[in-house]
């Protein structure tokens, strides 16, 4: 079974950047979709980018063009690099495994392993 766990987290203000990190174990990386999410208080849990297997990228509209993700397959790691932060950015961000040799994939039911979360706030 696979273990994710997400750090980097963090108060930052608008304007700011932050990178977030996914550390992988327990169970194959290089192969699946990797994706974060992230949910807001009192909203559901959104999509924001996702890296397959070949390297293919998807991002959510409100993150294009200031988030980008990647991944280190050696490591077991995959990152989300956070420029231009806004107040709307504050969410729980999560990690996610998605399916095996699958696309950039933006549904959270096509991910069946999930970390625990890391904090972001971006004041104003």
């Known amino acids: 079974q696979v273990q994710l766990v997400e750090s980097g987290g963090g108060l930052v203000q608008a304007g700011g950047s932050l990178r977030l990190s996914c550390a992988a174990s327990?169970?194959?990386?290089?192969?699946?979709?990797m994706g974060w999410f992230r949910q807001a208080p009192g909203k559901e849990r959104e999509f924001v980018a996702a890296?397959?297997?070949?390297?293919?990228?998807a991002y959510a509209d409100s993150v294009k063009g200031r988030f980008t993700i990647s991944r280190d397959n050696a490591g077991n790691t995959v990152f989300l690099q956070m420029n231009s932060l806004k107040p709307e950015d504050t969410a729980v961000y999560y990690c996610?495994?998605?399916?095996?040799?699958?696309?950039?994939?933006?549904?959270?039911?096509?991910?069946?392993?999930w970390g625990q979360g890391t904090q972001v706030t971006v004041s104003s």
């Open positions: 996610a495994r998605g399916p095996l040799f699958g696309g950039a994939e933006a549904t959270p039911a096509q991910y069946n392993s």
């Open positions: 327990g169970g194959t990386f290089t192969r699946y979709t």
């Open positions: 890296i397959n297997w070949g390297a293919g990228r």
